[in-house]
């Protein structure tokens, strides 16, 4: 499939979600084109999973600390991600089910156009399940949206 | 994050749906302990999406086309991962999007007890937006489902 | 469980979606309480399903086909009788699988004291499935609404 | 409706969450084709009701509860009965309202062939209301799986 | 878009919870025709949001707090609110963003014919966002219900 | 409710839809800060609705129509709007129902910070009922995002 993006942040923001330091290596050369953090999360509640990635995006730098706009970006980035994540299921109150998740955050240009600008990708990896380790399986979530 | 699981069988549908043959080719080792196939849809259908992950997985002996217990498990894989590329947005009809979709099924033994059996993993990526070619996003999308 | 009611609308429609014209005959002595119809939609459109419903409903006489209001009632009853069999599935377009559900509306009196008045409910009860006979499961829902 | 399958678990499981000891008394002879069990939930929040009903399913003998595979497949019924209960409504922690909830289990083998094994049915029976006693109207829910 | 209603008590509830006093007196004369009262919830519960509803509206007699019935009609027009405040997003727990929400319920006689009767709007507008004061946006969110 | 914005651009945007001509003469003052405009759709496909929305908004230069980033800003915008215009329902295919929407786009302005900068407000307002003229009730629907 070919993309008509130059850089695939979604695709480098699961990547870096996902991979091993030693299998990230070798996608370095492409890391290169983008600012990119990662971060974990193992609370079972989604305003904690929230606030761990606008922490994590605001002290990398990732987005200005300084503007709503931004941090308007990223939100609904991560709430796609979430999506994703919890496949539609019902969500109430704390989630009792064991939740680890990495995510990863990225800002690039995808687009050849310069006008096009900025865009943000969330992505999370991770497990949720029973409350039992081990009791679990694995999760995904991807966000996009324009920034900047 | 440590992985309770021996094989990860939603990494491993990630990156089949995602990377392109020549980075594939690094996690070749990893790909040996589980079958997998992969396929297209461009549909703007979501109903020939699922049903181009169906025939696919059938033909390519991923499931059993005797058994709707696999179909079902398949299905249910196949929903759950297009909660991740839809991001809760309401659809209606015919898209009218563009929805260009690259799909990968894996099917392996994650656990390391015997008797957790099989699973399933079906993974998509590809590119979602406007009905203009390059005014679109990426999208990703993850469903696990037990099976066998 | 005790019920507050004394009569179980929901339970009505239920057993009246559900049950054999021979096991329904058990609880013919319950079913005198109250109005009710039963009919049978095989369209794979949600909205052949509803219309289905609301024009039973009008023939027979179990709301009035001259006031919104009671459409109304019925609607909503019938989009959370909906929600059941649909669990929070995504639905595009015609849905290609097969749909075959018997649906039962009820009217009557469901509360002790004379001013809560009249109250539907409204049952499905069939299979959703693959589109091969025999590859499907059983679904359910009911919604239930103040009306008259 | 002809039913394709041998045993209606669905069906089943919405009688003995519903009808009470004298009158599920009648449906006793196909109850002998499955196991079941049944069970109460009073409690508000919806983490506390997948708990009793996992916690029920596994005393009970219904499912494994040394293979995560089993109460996976018990998630996911749940979870699918839930949303017949809430009807796609807005949930956000505790729920406020009074829930009272009679949950039946069953385990059994609905198709022909024998190699389509088991499944598993949840319902869900009950009121959902406004927190003061009699101000809540009926609320059904199923989901079914396959298992084992 | 001519209105076949005589009275819009959406556009109404909109106005009432949207204008400021010296705006609204503009359609002073409009709302001779309905009841309304309006109210404001700064919590960031949504239960605590729909119990400041519900008592505001028993308290201003807009509905009756001895019938169930009308307990019920409000309910659900103001969880139909809340879906266009909330927007589709996943929500869990307390929602740690702030919310100020002005609200306002109108009741009224939207149609020309006489037994169309009563029907019940519920509007709410505000703000929400980050938890930090000026970090968020408007949001809106109208339901309609027939009562009475 | 005191707002941290100076302009409320998605008050603005709600009045545009519903007020009549004359009504909005009145707020002419407060719409001179930003820009609008507004159209109408009469179909019952959602695809065609978000059409209608995204043609008037290029045509009337609200957005550029030569950068996917205020598409995708749009789109969303609009995406968040039709929630609270569909309040939860279920959809499928087209709807049936009669659908009478008049639409309006706003882009200004809101925050005092001038790096801000731009942001959209769609809002719909309009008729959703029963395939009979009169047989309707109104809807309601506000989305906003940053754009520029
Ligand atoms: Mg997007
Ligand atoms: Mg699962
Ligand atoms: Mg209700
Ligand atoms: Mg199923
Ligand atoms: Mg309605
Ligand atoms: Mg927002």
């Not at 922490?55 to 709430?79: G, Q, V």
């Not at 989630?95 to 240009?109: D, E, Q």
Request: include cysteine; charge should be negative; aromatic fraction near 8%.
């Amino acid at each position: 499939m070919e993309m008509t993006q130059k850089i695939a942040i979604g695709k480098l923001a699961m990547l870096v979600a996902t991979l091993t330091d030693e299998e990230l290596e070798i996608f370095s050369e492409q890391l290169k084109d983008v600012e990119y953090c990662q971060g974990k999360s193992g609370s079972m509640s989604m305003q904690k999973v929230i606030s761990a990635v606008e922490t994590s995006a605001k002290r990398n730098h990732l987005i200005s600390d300084k503007l709503y706009r931004e941090t308007h970006a990223l939100y609904h980035a991560i709430l796609e991600a979430l999506e994703g994540v919890m496949r539609g299921q019902i969500v109430a109150g704390d989630m009792m089910r064991t939740v680890g998740l990495r995510f990863a955050i990225v800002r690039g240009s995808p687009y050849e156009e310069f006008d096009e600008g900025e865009w943000l990708a969330v992505a999370f990896y991770g497990t949720i399940g029973a409350p039992v380790k081990g009791l679990e399986h694995e999760a995904f979530g991807l966000g996009i949206n324009h920034i900047g």
